[in-house]
């Protein structure tokens, strides 16, 4: 996990107020392609498309906070009864779903999955996925 985490530490992009963010792909430049073929994998890639890519951020943020003991694997899966017995921290982070509209609601309920707006779950307060990453870096 550690190497991995390394690994991807060298090609985040630094955001607004230090924040990590995780490019949808990197790619040659197009000046450097003929260069790149004499001389594979020579060539420094440069961040393209989304920035950031919603389902990899996720899951950088995911892994960061089962790393750093905020979440649980079963917290994510809790039909993995495996991890059951891991310890709960000080801290916990729940991660779930909504739907931020009836519309995104009945689209999720088309293709069998089962949500509640942000509104039905009052009184508890939802914050969208960038204010976590914000918590996230102050945590």
Known sequence: VQEYREALEG?????????HLLPE?????PEKV????QHPHTVDRVPMGKL??????????????MTEGFLAPGEIDPLNRRFSTVPKPDVVVQVSILAETED???IL???GIDAETIAEV????VQP?????HIYASL
């Open 122 to 125: 009052y009184p508890i307060r």
């Open 52 to 65: 950031p890519h919603m389902w990899g951020q996720s899951l950088y943020i995911l892994g960061n906070l």
């Open 104 to 106: 995104i609601k009945a």
């Open 11 to 19: 090609v985040l992009i630094k955001g607004k107020n230090g924040v």
């Open 109 to 111: 309920k088309d293709n």
């Open 129 to 133: 996925a960038r204010i976590l990453s």
């Open 25 to 29: 792909l990197y790619s040659v430049p």
């Open 34 to 37: 003929d260069e790149e073929y």
